[in-house]
């Protein structure tokens, strides 16, 4: 099982910036990809940014050059780094994680995901 817990939503600006992390744990040894959806109000979860354990970046089209997906695997922290807020980035931000391995083997590997519960982020003067 893994853990995911967020922090750093809240309300900002238009234009300005705000930091997300997430934090895992539980009971594994390494995750392959983590990363950030997103959900506003009448709309489907879409993908904000992924990164690999090998810190191989992917991003949406909508914040791609605005915000930075960072990692630190040794902590097993994933962070979002929003710059150029705008008011249609406010929606539920989701942690997720993908591909787990339970051990050091490879044969321990799943493709499981994991999700957060989410912590909502509101851009608005």
């Known amino acids: 099982q893994v853990q995911l817990v967020e922090s750093g939503g809240g309300l900002v600006q238009p234009g300005g910036s705000l930091r997300l992390s997430c934090a895992a744990s539980?009971?594994?040894?390494?995750?392959?990809?983590m990363g950030w959806y997103r959900q506003a109000p009448g709309k489907q979860r879409e993908l904000v940014a992924t990164?690999?354990?090998?810190?191989?970046?992917r991003y949406g089209d909508s914040v791609a050059g605005r915000f930075t997906i960072s990692r630190d695997n040794a902590k097993v922290t994933v962070h979002l780094q929003m710059n150029s807020v705008k008011p249609e980035d406010t929606a539920i931000y989701y942690c997720?994680?993908?591909?787990?391995?339970?051990?050091?083997?490879?044969?321990?590997?799943?493709?499981?995901?994991?999700w957060g519960q989410g912590t909502p982020v509101t851009v608005s003067s």
């Open positions: 539980g009971n594994f040894f390494s995750i392959n990809v």
């Open positions: 990164i690999t354990s090998g810190n191989s970046t």
């Open positions: 997720n994680a993908a591909g787990i391995y339970y051990t050091g083997s490879p044969t321990s590997y799943s493709p499981t995901n994991y």
